[in-house]
């Protein structure tokens, strides 16, 4: 029988003792919970699972995968008693899944599951009387499958209890999705980690009310980011906010109202920290508003840990606070040459530690400290170490060109771009898009410099590619004043002089009617350690199916393309053909030159979702020598063939290729 619900539910409405759990506290319920998630998840209406108040031990992990719209609710939540009588479950209003199984198990993980709902619970990592021994590893683990994101999921009114990780969102970095989740109204206590994000897209949380009562770390970012909290207690974590990853897609947190509780003895006895921020991507924009330090008795800790900061700041972030109130020193700012570390404090109070004496900076850490008071509202005088801004940019030479440029050659069309610094743009044959039409997927000559990273054409997230000639032609005319934004020809060149920090680059695109050529040529003024640079990066549509090549070496290679993701060629060849049997068309590189002391790699990348990417790598971890210059130059034929030759058809053109040079 289903009993009254604490939030709204539609759909097929099951109850998990139905299926036979007890919720007594001694029955292994794991069996009936399979079953019971099973049914409630292949409801086509989206199933809702009702748990009654009790403790349901589980033994084993319950598995949810691909389900849409399932609900889990329960009689209410628990967790503030201390292991043992009263535990939770022992009261008749709270549902408690409590973990018997091996120790550091998962008790829940859901696999590409959308729209997911959770209300009324309590999840125990134990039913030992020592919390920290023999428990679960993670509570609720959440992952994606290939072509099921884990997204749009809420949590309400669930605690999470005495784990090692109470929620985990993805298992490694290359991971889609794990993203767009809300929790309101989350406890958790004595887990070593409370939310933890393992994968790069895993981006756009929101907390409302979290309470974290003797943690580890709260809020653990070793990858994505996004994140939105309102309203936060802390009392004995030892960490509130961890970033590690961040970045240009999602390096952005902001934290209203957060409460940072020192128990033992107000802060004298032991040292909270409440932001630890060394983003991996070198970016991450962290806000708090209405911050309350309430480590009160810190003047009075004589522990090795006394001058500890609240935030320790490293390169890459720049934090803001505002209208905040600090008992204790503030923070350190560790940047690096190739990125600051920053810190803006403003409108707050400062009590025990002064300004001055709350904030330590090395070489590359900023900080500015303005209109800030005592506790007795006497206003503080500012406290300021920030840069001299860089005198105004130079306008770049292709200013007036317009923001695109479209060539259509017969029934070949492609696209130039300004924001990608004019690198070669999708391509079309006959009507049919062959190369995606995302920014960010086309990339012309990029070096990864060692302790700078990725330099060049659209890759502008550490420095911007420098353009110093720019000459378009159409069939065979030099184009005189401002290009237009479109033409049709039967033959269009790009010639593009540019600089890449030390490195210099010439660049020559030809758009024919029936393929394109590109060569770049490379050199440097002074030696160039790299550790690597890549040339001709183009992003075929996801459409392609197959792989055929012919290596340098005569060997022949191919395959196909399974969305899984990983490089499915790292050699050099020859020619190497892509190809589509929904379009029945595809498309063949040759490798016209490529310098032998570069150690060039022609590369396939399966990237799920995305794109099935060509490119050449080379200078891996090399050096490119001052007063030489390397070159570089592929054809690219587009051709249409049935499924059964179209690998003849590639090579035929490839072949013919090699006879017109």
């Not at 973990?99 to 590409?112: A, D, L, N, Q, S």
């Not at 130079?394 to 300004?418: F, H, M, N, S, Y």
């Amino acid at each position: 029988m289903l009993m009254a619900m604490p939030f709204a539910v539609w759909g097929t409405q099951l109850n998990v003792k139905d299926f036979g759990a007890r919720g007594d506290g001694a029955t292994d319920d794991t069996d009936a919970f399979i079953k019971a998630l099973a049914s409630a998840a292949t409801a086509r209406d989206g199933g809702a699972l009702y748990i009654p108040a009790g403790k349901y031990v589980i033994t084993r992990t319950l598995e949810i995968e691909k389900a849409r719209g399932l609900k889990l609710y329960g009689d209410g939540a628990s967790g503030l008693q201390p292991p043992g009588a009263p535990f939770p479950g022992d009261r008749d209003s709270s549902s408690s899944l409590v973990w018997h199984g091996r120790p550091g198990g998962t008790m829940i993980e859901t696999r590409g599951c959308g729209g997911i709902s959770m209300n009324g619970l309590t999840l125990c990592g134990t039913g030992a009387a020592k919390p920290d021994k023999d428990g679960a590893g993670v509570l609720l683990q959440l992952r994606n499958v290939a072509g099921f994101g884990q997204m749009v999921n809420s949590i309400d009114n669930v605690s999470f209890l005495f784990a090692g990780t109470a929620i985990r969102a993805g298992a490694e970095s290359a991971e889609h999705t794990c993203s767009d989740m809300h929790f309101n109204n989350i406890l958790f206590r004595g887990v070593r980690t409370g939310f933890q994000v393992m994968n790069d897209q895993g981006v756009d949380f929101t907390f409302t009310f979290l309470f974290c009562l003797d943690v580890g770390t709260a809020l653990d970012f070793q990858r994505g980011g996004n994140l939105l909290v309102n309203t936060a207690q802390m009392t004995n974590c030892d960490l509130f906010l961890n970033i590690a990853g961040g970045g240009r897609n999602a390096g952005v947190y902001l934290l209203n109202n957060v409460r940072q509780e020192a128990t033992s003895n107000g802060g004298a006895d032991k040292r909270d920290t409440l932001l630890r921020s060394y983003p991996c991507w070198k970016l991450a924009q962290v806000k708090f508003v209405n911050f309350n330090d309430v480590q009160w008795n810190w003047r009075n800790n004589h522990t090795p840990d006394r001058d500890k900061p609240l935030c320790d700041i490293g390169p890459g972030s720049a934090v803001v606070f505002e209208s905040s109130i600090f008992n204790s020193p503030l923070a350190n700012l560790t940047g690096a040459t190739d990125a600051d570390a920053r810190l803006i404090v403003r409108e707050s109070c400062f009590s025990n530690a002064l300004p001055e004496l709350s904030v330590k900076a090395g070489e590359n850490g900023y900080f500015k400290l303005t209109d800030n008071f005592t506790d007795k509202m006497k206003l503080l005088s500012d406290h300021v170490k920030w840069p001299t801004p860089p005198p105004t940019r130079a306008e770049r030479v292709d200013a007036p060109w317009p923001k695109e440029i479209v060539i259509t050659a017969g029934d070949l069309q492609t696209r130039l771009e300004r924001r990608s610094f004019w690198t070669l743009y999708r391509l079309d044959w006959q009507g049919r898009r062959l190369g995606v039409d995302n920014f960010g997927a086309h990339y012309g000559s990029v070096a990864n410099f060692p302790g700078v990273g990725l330099v060049g054409s659209g890759h502008t997230e550490n420095e911007e590619e420098r353009i110093e000639k720019l000459e378009l032609f159409i069939d065979g005319k030099a184009v005189e004043g401002i290009p237009l934004d479109s033409y049709r020809c039967d033959e269009a060149k790009l010639v593009k002089d540019s600089a890449v920090r030390g490195l210099r680059f010439h660049t020559e695109i030809n758009v024919f009617r029936d393929r394109i050529e590109e060569q770049v040529s490379m050199s440097a003024v002074n030696d160039i350690p790299l550790k690597l640079v890549y040339h001709f990066m183009h992003p075929w549509g996801l459409e392609m199916a197959s792989w055929h090549g012919m290596k340098v070496d005569g060997g022949v290679v191919g395959g196909e393309f399974s969305g899984t993701g990983g490089f499915l060629l790292n050699a050099p060849v020859q020619w190497l053909a892509v190809y589509a049997p929904s379009l029945a068309s595809g498309a063949v590189t040759v490798v016209r030159e490529a310098p032998a002391d570069g150690q060039t790699f022609c590369k396939l990348w399966d990237v799920p979702s995305r794109y099935r990417k060509f490119y050449m790598q080379s200078f891996s971890d090399k050096t490119v020598e001052a007063g030489k210059t390397y070159r570089y130059a592929v054809t690219v034929m587009p051709f249409n063939a049935s499924g059964g030759d179209w690998k003849t058809v590639a090579a035929r053109l490839a072949v013919r290729d090699v006879i017109r040079r």
